[in-house]
């Protein structure tokens, strides 16, 4: 029976119950039996009811009071509606059993929002705004991205072909209906504004955009799919520079640019191309032997596609300086890309060295124009006549041939009027000195200049042979057989005399001639589009592709004419490594595919500047900012102070402030602290493996990460986060912080609002889950302890942050006594407490009677001090570690990961004993020191008594090392606590101390401050079990380890919860997040420990470090039933062959 028509329209719930009564009252006769769907008809019926929707609303808004003209023209229009789905769905049946079409997996949709992927998540809250929208905007987006999906689909079965070249325009109508409505559409992503779709990365990003969307079993409606391919785009860093000043700005960093060169960086990729070109050239050599057919590779007698080196690495690190090095030492050709407006000059404040003048606009605008033939003898006062040609109707290809073409033309007609080879070296030199001068910077300029005009030339002689499409293309062999020719006669007796003005540095790396090197910076920004040329077809998919073409075709024409090699070299800076950084099968055009893929150099300098950084005056001056920058990457030293800091955190956020809700920012700021390093796992899941790539490609180009590793196809890569107190600074001054506009600056100092509590909820929330489930495998308990001493040491400095962000850097910077860490970690009664200052006591008083009368230092001014901003993982096993070593870390800020196989204890934190105050001596007053004759047995003497009473109890700061000890730290992480037996090894006092090298070199006894650690902190945190003596879940004692009877002071701190346990937390507010950053690691499985196979040359019976009879082979047990009259083996007699799984 059918319901009465009782229909309320104040709310949807009412409406939608109405309908589906109507729906359940038709007496069953709706099979309850779904039908499969693919995603692209799921995507057409939800963009045709989206559709339809709207129209109705339009004209329910648009006529009140509807009239029955309009009643029935809506009953028509529904019936049409339903007239077109049912033509719909047979036109799909029809198509369901084409074999080239792709049936997506089943979908589960109970799923919740916990399910989705943590950019699915942000994707659906930023889609609420969706409907916010104009009309319009809404329209373009949902079209074109239906007709995108579905091509998607068709697409999938082929990688060329015309169901290929409609996927490839239908994205980039995609992208252009984004950048048409872009500003609107930052209500749904603010940094949409940075992003430029007009880049071949943007394209990238949206097919792994879609391939996720595609893959996953959550279905989710389109606007949150067109979502969550907006927040997949490539964004850019804001400029963290402000424009005031531009000229002083542009001198000072030219100045940076011409200071001496530190490091072996351009002498170690010289010898990465080298070996690169020999052993390419073999493997061609060896492919011609075996065959009598040549090929490529044999014909060109280089097993590549082209000879090209991608330099890539995140900012700062000195890409641009190495390349501009080469020219030293070989001919360079290099120019720069910078993104700007037609009408406004090159800024420092868009990056330095500045863009080349008029090459953005040549490569992005659409039209040119010339004078027509006859324009010349027009009447004296007419304006020429002008031809208008349509650059969009010229090909990629064409447009790069002949903007190189035309660079080397340009090039070799100045270097023809030189009158030897040291002059035209000189003029090269003279093109790539970014002195700040006015005379280079018009010289580059004009240069530039004349090379648009020349490529403009080119375009516009041989337009005709590109239009006929060709492929490969017609358009390399005139643009650039002419120009190549010409340059290589003109730089073939540069590149002799180069050879031996140079001979040793040749001599060093064996050769006797380097390629030309011809190096685009920023080349990412040579990939312009614009709508009208989206549509033509193209030989290439962008100009980048393009230049790499025209570089094939030159390395052919050097086979053939035996011209001087041309080596391209690519380096980007923003999106460098998400461009670049691309598996086999999408470089290039089809014959690439059956090349080598050319390595790609990340091999950058690090520390290069600290041999420049004087020594300290005092321990005290680790927290300057003089000595903090002076690590890390060279591009710090560059920065001006009074910005530095806002500066250095734009960088790690990739814009002024600090998105707490980012999984890709949280990350960054936390990888900077705890050395995480993450390599992208290809673990069966496509899709989760695609955003493993994209959060390393952005954490790369954004925020500062460093790329460690490609492999050789770069179908994969690994990323880490190494030393850099600037970056550790700069990511705990936003932590402290309770204002994200002002990252750094707390408002208030009230921890409940703290950005701390925001990134570590991010972090285990989100950022985890897009990690995977490999990342942190194992190492778990390591990662929660790092966490935990950081907190501690941060929780001592947050009520002291005062003034402005460099005074609260200054304090983030300075040391920590150790006895206010300890307090951080550990609530402890008064026999514990005692144990702990006894302990700290006694090395401090050991310190002040060996410092001797010479010091100025009181008992009491001699303090334990750690000194540590972040972490930072051992790559090898150590033995033993030295004085020098853990001062030097001490210095950094650094405190110390172990090596994952490392025994004994998973960490160490430096720290210095005795006065922050203390004065250091230069090497010029230690060259004059010597020993004092009476100095008492077993104290220390740095010749004070020749020095001048102003100078009275200094030392050379090597002699600090003398005054240096560590805490250690162990980890476990099970839910029994850790047996007494156990918590009373040998190994827990970490390694030996080494004696000092200042007492070593002189060959002199010497005592160690500490034979082991001061310290080892036992961070007992899967259990929640007290120690049954005192029901607490802290205790500090002093002990005598079993085995070879060290002293042990141990902290023994169990589990998490408890609020004895690590106080920190509940100072910074995060015991909730630390809680669930554990409950969410995977328990250790104990069973694991009996699924084992016994390793041949280390198990119970054979062991190489024990003074005992080998027992070869496994015993029978005696608690098994064996045969009779066989000889029974206990366990006891051998020991177990079952090696115990470290469960730390």
């Known amino acids: 029976m059918t319901p009465p028509v009782r229909l309320s329209l104040q709310d949807i719930d009412s409406i939608q119950q109405h309908l589906n009564d109507l729906i359940e009252a038709q007496d069953g006769s709706i099979s309850n039996t779904p039908q499969d769907m693919s995603t692209s008809q799921k995507t057409e019926l939800a963009n045709a009811a989206l559709y339809v929707t709207q129209a109705i609303r339009q004209v329910l808004s648009d006529t009140v009071p509807l009239q029955d003209a309009h009643k029935k023209a809506i009953h028509s229009f529904l019936d049409d509606v339903f007239e077109a789905l049912d033509n719909q769905a047979a036109r799909h049946d029809d198509t369901s059993s084409d074999g080239g079409s792709i049936t997506p997996p089943s979908r589960r949709s109970a799923m919740t929002f916990n399910d989705l992927s943590p950019t699915r998540q942000q994707a659906a809250k930023a889609s609420e705004s969706f409907f916010q929208l104009k009309r319009e905007a809404r329209n373009d987006l949902t079209s074109t991205f239906s007709t995108m999906s579905s091509f998607y689909i068709a697409a999938a079965s082929e990688t060329t072909g015309s169901k290929q070249k409609r996927f490839e325009r239908s994205i980039l109508n995609f992208l252009d209906a984004v950048e048409e409505h872009q500003h609107a559409l930052a209500q749904l992503v603010p940094d949409l504004t940075t992003v430029n779709p007009t880049t071949g990365e943007c394209s990238s990003n949206v097919k792994d955009a879609l391939k996720h969307l595609h893959k996953s079993e959550i279905t989710s409606p389109h606007w949150e799919q067109i979502a969550y391919v907006l927040l997949r ?6 400029q963290p520079l402000r424009a005031d000043n531009l000229g002083e700005l542009e001198s000072h960093f030219a100045n940076q640019l011409r200071r001496n060169y530190r490091g072996d960086a351009p002498f170690r990729f010289l010898q990465f191309v080298l070996e690169v070109n020999r052993q390419r050239t ?21 097993n590549a596609y082209l000879k090209m080196t991608s330099l890539v690495q995140s900012s700062g690190t000195g ?15 290099y120019t720069c890309l910078r993104r700007k407006a037609p009408d406004e000059r090159p800024s420092v404040v868009d990056g330095y060295p500045l863009g080349d003048t008029r090459l953005y606009t040549y490569f992005s605008r659409s039209k040119i124009s010339r004078p027509t033939p006859n324009s010349a003898s027009a009447t004296a006062g007419d304006a020429p ?6 650059l969009s109707t010229v090909s990629y290809d064409l447009q790069v041939a002949a903007f190189v073409g035309g660079w080397f033309q340009t090039l070799a007609t100045e270097l023809r009027f030189l009158p030897d080879a040291q002059a035209k070296h000189k003029y090269l030199q003279k093109l790539n000195d970014f002195d700040g001068a006015d005379s280079t910077a018009s010289t580059r300029s004009k240069f530039f200049m004349d090379v648009v005009r020349a490529a403009e030339d080119l375009i516009w002689r041989y337009r005709p042979l590109d239009q006929r499409g060709s492929v490969p293309s017609e358009v390399f062999g005139p643009c650039l057989d002419s120009p190549a020719l010409a340059l290589s006669e003109q730089l073939q007796p540069v590149r002799q005399w180069l050879a031996q003005d140079k001979a040793e540095t040749y001599r060093s790396l064996g050769t006797h001639e380097l390629p030309v090197f011809v190096a685009v910076d920023e080349c990412v920004e040579l990939i312009i589009h614009n709508s009208a040329r989206r549509r033509e077809n193209q030989s290439s998919n962008d100009q980048l592709e393009s230049l790499r073409r025209a570089f094939n075709y030159l390395l ?18 923003s999106t460098g490594a998400a461009t670049l950084i691309k598996p086999k099968e999408l470089q290039g055009s089809t014959r690439a595919l059956t090349k080598e893929v050319m390595p790609i150099f990340v091999g950058m300098g690090f520390d290069v500047l600290r041999s420049e950084q004087g020594p300290l005056r005092s321990p005290a001056d680790v927290s300057t900012l003089e000595h903090v920058r002076s690590y890390g990457r060279p591009l710090w030293s560059s920065l001006h102070d009074n910005s530095f800091w806002e500066v250095a955190q734009a960088k790690l956020f990739g814009k002024r402030t600090v998105d707490e809700a980012s999984s890709v920012v949280c990350y960054n700021v936390l990888a900077s602290r705890l050395a995480l390093r993450l390599v992208p796992v290809h673990d069966g899941d496509t899709a989760l493996f695609g955003e493993q790539k994209t959060l390393g490609t952005q954490s790369i180009d954004r925020h500062m990460r460093m790329l460690e590793h490609v492999a050789e196809d770069s179908s994969s890569f690994s990323i880490n986060a190494p030393s850099e107190p600037v970056l550790a600074v700069a990511a705990a001054l936003a932590m402290l912080s309770d204002s994200p506009q002002l990252p750094g600056i707390s408002t208030g100092q009230n921890s409940t609002s703290l950005a701390y509590v925001k990134i570590m909820k991010t972090f285990t929330t989100q950022s985890l889950a897009a990690l995977g489930p490999h990342f942190l495998k194992g190492t778990g308990g390591e990662f929660l302890t790092r966490c935990v001493m950081m907190a501690a040491c941060d929780a001592v400095k947050l009520p002291l942050l005062r003034g402005n962000l460099a005074n609260r850097a200054s304090t983030i910077s300075r040391p920590v006594e150790v006895g206010a860490f300890i307090h951080k970690l550990a609530q402890l009664d008064e026999a514990s407490q005692k144990a702990v200052t006894e302990r700290v006591d006694t090395v401090c008083s050991l310190v002040h009677q060996r410092l001797g009368a010479n010091s100025t230092a009181n008992k009491e001014d001699v303090q ?3 000194n540590f901003s972040h972490f930072d993982e051992l790559p090898e096993v150590i033995a033993d570690i030295s004085p020098d070593y853990l001062w030097y870390c001490w210095k950094r800020g650094v405190a110390i990961q172990m090596a994952h196989k490392q025994p004994g204890v998973d960490g160490i934190i430096p720290v210095f004993v005795g006065q922050l105050s203390s004065k250091f001596v230069s090497d010029a007053t230690q060259e004059s020191q010597a020993r004092s004759d009476g100095d008492a047995p077993g104290t220390w003497s740095s010749g004070a008594a020749r020095m001048t009473p102003f100078d009275a109890g200094a030392i050379h700061e090597c002699e600090a090392a003398r005054q240096m000890t560590f805490i250690a730290w162990e980890s476990k992480f099970r839910k029994d606590a850790l047996g007494g037996e156990d918590a009373s090894k040998d190994a827990l006092t970490g390694p030996p101390l080494l004696p000092a090298a200042c007492d070593a070199s002189k060959g002199e006894p010497s005592s160690q401050l500490t034979k082991f650690g001061l310290l080892t902190v036992l961070a007992d945190l899967g259990t929640e079990q007290a120690f049954q003596d005192t029901r607490l879940q802290t205790r500090a004692e002093t002990i005598t380890t079993r085995g070879k009877g060290h002293q ?4 023994w701190i169990r589990g998490i919860s408890n609020v004895t346990a690590y106080p920190c937390l509940d100072n910074l507010k995060i015991r909730e997040q630390l809680l669930a950053l554990r409950d969410g690691f995977a328990d250790v499985r104990v069973y694991e420990q009996y699924n084992l196979n016994p390793h041949p040359l280390w198990n119970a019976g054979a062991k190489p470090d024990e ?4 027992v070869e082979g496994p015993s029978l047990l005696s608690s098994w039933p064996s045969p009779a009259g066989s000889s029974v083996i206990s366990l006891e007699q051998v020991g177990s062959h079952a090696e115990p799984m470290d469960q730390s």
Do not use: C
């Open 233 to 238: 785009l490539p964004y850019r860093n804001e």
């Open 282 to 302: 073999e493997q061609a050599l060896q492919a011609a032997s075996r065959t009598s057919i040549p090929d490529d590779n044999t014909q060109s007698g280089f």
């Open 319 to 333: 890409k641009t300086r190495l390349v501009l090095e080469l020219g030293k030492v070989a001919p360079l050709l």
């Open 385 to 390: 006549v002008l031809d208008i040609f349509e």
């Open 556 to 573: 052919g024409l050097e086979s053939r004419q035996k011209i001087a090699s041309f080596w391209l070299v690519l380096l980007s800076t």
């Open 864 to 866: 334990a001090w750690l």
């Open 1048 to 1051: 042990l002071s141990r902290l």
């Open 1107 to 1110: 003074m005992k009879p080998v």
